[in-house]
């Protein structure tokens, strides 16, 4: 069973940049598609983006952060990623990690980290 623990979140002026990690313990990362997700008070957790495990690494993203966001794993480390670029105020939520076996069957999850984009 993989453990999922966020990091990286704070407090960001629009249009600033942050990356998110998710370092993960258990002998089964190499081969769990691995997702980003996010939630605020206002709405239900909704998708951000996911990468597979298979070599080639596909990804996914959400339309809202396409071309600001960009998901990264490094399997020696344990560890994905979530470059943010371009923040926006409507991007602060928290962030949650989350594991599958395959995309978008996610049934692991990190505790979350805050995200915070100030105007």
């Known amino acids: 069973q993989v453990q999922l623990v966020e990091s990286g979140g704070g407090l960001v002026q629009a249009g600033g940049s942050l990356r998110l990690s998710c370092a993960a313990s258990?002998?089964?990362?190499?081969?769990?598609?691995m997702g980003w997700f996010r939630q605020t008070p206002e709405k239900e957790r909704e998708f951000v983006a996911a990468?597979?495990?298979?070599?080639?690494?596909?990804?996914y993203y959400a339309d809202s952060v396409k071309g600001r966001f960009t998901i990264a794993r490094d399997n020696a480390k344990n560890t994905v990623y979530l470059q943010m670029n371009s923040l926006k105020p409507e991007d602060a939520a928290v962030y949650y990690c989350?594991?599958?076996?395959?995309?978008?069957?996610?049934?692991?999850w990190g505790q979350g980290t805050q995200v915070t984009v100030s105007s």
């Open positions: 258990g002998r089964t990362f190499n081969t769990r598609a």
């Open positions: 989350a594991a599958a076996r395959y995309h978008p069957n996610y049934d692991t």
């Open positions: 990468i597979s495990w298979r070599l080639g690494y596909v990804d």
